[in-house]
Nanobody
């Protein structure tokens, strides 16, 4: 179906910035929902940010005001600009997509079911 590939991870000091990129290929649709997830050792996977087909954005409380998610449908790309990074942001970050269905009034995201291989983000104190 859809293949995803992340890049842009690395090591930074607290307060630094990184920009993650994700390229989607295969059976993609402009109406797909897209998002960034992360998983740190010993912790559950958590949703960091997502964007719906109509542009609606959602951010985890822990990253609000620091992270920005952007999609470029023309290039099948998804980005995550991360500023003011903290040690607790250290994790493997994954790009994901979900199909959306039309209920007659708006699109709703289905469950995310396609994932990239991940890119590592490390933040030192």
């Amino acid at each position: 179906q859809v293949q995803l590939a992340e890049s842009g991870g690395g090591s930074v000091q607290s307060g630094g910035s990184l920009r993650l990129s994700c390229v989607a290929s295969g059976n993609t649709y402009s109406t797909d929902c897209m998002g960034w997830f992360r998983r740190a050792p010993g912790k559950e996977r958590e949703e960091v940010a997502s964007i719906e087909s109509d542009g609606t954005l959602d951010y985890a409380d822990s990253v609000k005001g620091r992270f920005t998610i952007v999609r470029d449908n023309g290039k099948n790309m998804l980005y995550l600009q991360m500023n003011s990074l903290k040690p607790e942001d250290k994790a493997m970050y994954y790009c994901a997509t979900a199909r959306a269905y039309w209920n007659g009034k708006k699109y709703y995201c289905e469950r995310f079911n396609t994932w990239g291989q991940g890119t590592q983000v490390t933040v030192s104190s």
